[in-house]
Structures are given as C-alpha cells and as structure tokens.
T-cell receptor, first 112, second 116 residues
C-alpha cells in the first residue's frame, strides 16, 4: 500500500472549516484513500473514502487532486467534539494487503 | 444495532501472568481484526480473520500471543506470559468481507492493558 504523509498537528477555531492535508505521492491507480479519526480513549471511526472523485457525506468532504497524489479532508464547521487524531490511509480495492495500515495521523485540536 | 463490543475495558496484571481479551463483532461481519496501539502511535494489525480462518497473522508474536475465533463470530486474544512491553491498547474491529470491496471497519473501544 502507498505510504501517506500528514502533518503531526493542526489547530482550528470552533465553527470554522478544518482542512486536513494528506500526501500520497506514490499512490497507484487502484488504491483508495480512506480517512479515519480517533477521539481520545475511543477506537478509530470511519469517516469517508474515495478513489478519484470528490466525496461528501454527513461527516466530511474529501477532495482528491486530479493527479491523486494528495487529498484534503474537510470538516466544514468544526466543533469541539471534532478534536481527535485523523488518519489518512491508502489501500488497494482488491489484492495487496487487505488491511488498514495506520500512520501517526494528524492531531486536530478545535479551540473555542 | 450494537457496535463492536470488547471486554474488559481495562486490565492491570503483573508481568509473566496470562491475560485474555474478548471481542464480539458486529453481526454479519465476516472479517475481524485485532490491532495493538502503543501510546502516541497509530494502531498496528496483529491478526485478521475471514470467518474462522486466520488469513493474516504475520505481525502476531507467536511465542506468547494466540488468538482464536470459534464459529467465526466472537474472538479472543491471549498473551501468555505478559511482558512489560505488552502494555498498550488492544483494539478489535470488524467489517464485511474484504472481497465485497472497500473496507469500512468498525472498531471497539479497546482494552487498555497495563503490565506492571
């Protein structure tokens, strides 16, 4: 699976959009981008995933660049409860390693 | 619907003692994972089951760790004997079979193990 690079930490003001970047320059054509988050003392929680097109759900939006070498997770109106570690993961749809490989993620702190 | 249930939530044991963790996955989920998470790090996969078969246990320290998933539902992870370095959070996750496509894994709250 392609390796990902994320900033170790970010801050965001409550009510503002949080934009979390992820670099995956070695991604191949059949690899998906996944985002999970982990709130303190809880297990990771699935947020969103995508292949080529931008995706949106009730939690967040995922913007993938045209060359697919990087992506951004957007929390449109961050709340204090969005404070968590956010993990960007890249994996193949089929074949390859059928598991989620977590890095260290980005610790997002939403400030009042 | 209940999520992934793990027990116990916390466990403190002395080194060289045995310990076991239990996981009940989401109903209908064929795939079950055990992860270990050290402080300040992301989770690392220990073992993955497809139904009752362990299909990836390459990261499981087999000298002291064992796991089973009887009848392809509940699973237990055991450490015997425990060492100080085993102190970590042990996470269980489940998902529909990966052959169906994307992985949308659901995690339990984890068991925090402290070995003293």
């Amino acid at each position: 699976d392609a390796k990902t690079t994320q900033p170790p930490s970010m801050d965001c003001a409550e009510g503002r959009a949080a934009n979390l970047p992820c670099n995956h320059s070695t991604i191949s054509g059949n690899e998906y981008v996944y985002w999970y988050r982990q709130i303190h003392s809880q297990g990771p929680q699935y947020i969103i995933h995508g292949l080529k097109n931008n995706e949106t759900n009730e939690m967040a939006s995922l913007i993938i660049t045209e060359d697919r070498k990087s992506s951004t997770l957007i929390l449109p109106h961050a709340t204090l409860r969005d404070t968590a570690v956010y993990y960007c993961i890249v994996r193949k749809l089929q074949g390859g390693s059928e598991k989620l490989v977590f890095g260290k993620g980005t610790k997002l702190t939403v400030n009042p | 619907e209940a999520g992934v249930v793990q027990s116990p939530r916390y466990k403190i044991i002395e080194k060289k003692q045995p310990v076991a963790f239990w996981c009940n996955p989401i109903s209908g989920h064929n795939t079950l994972y055990w992860y270990r998470q050290n402080l300040g790090q992301g989770p690392e996969l220990l073992i993955r089951y497809e139904n009752e078969e362990a299909v990836d246990d390459s990261q499981l320290p087999k000298d002291r760790f064992s796991a089973e998933r009887l009848k392809g539902v509940d699973s237990t992870l055991k450490i015997q004997p425990a060492e100080l370095g085993d102190s970590a959070v042990y996470l269980c996750a489940s998902s529909l079979s990966v052959v169906s496509g994307t992985i949308k894994a659901f995690f339990g709250q984890g068991t925090r193990l402290t070995v003293v």
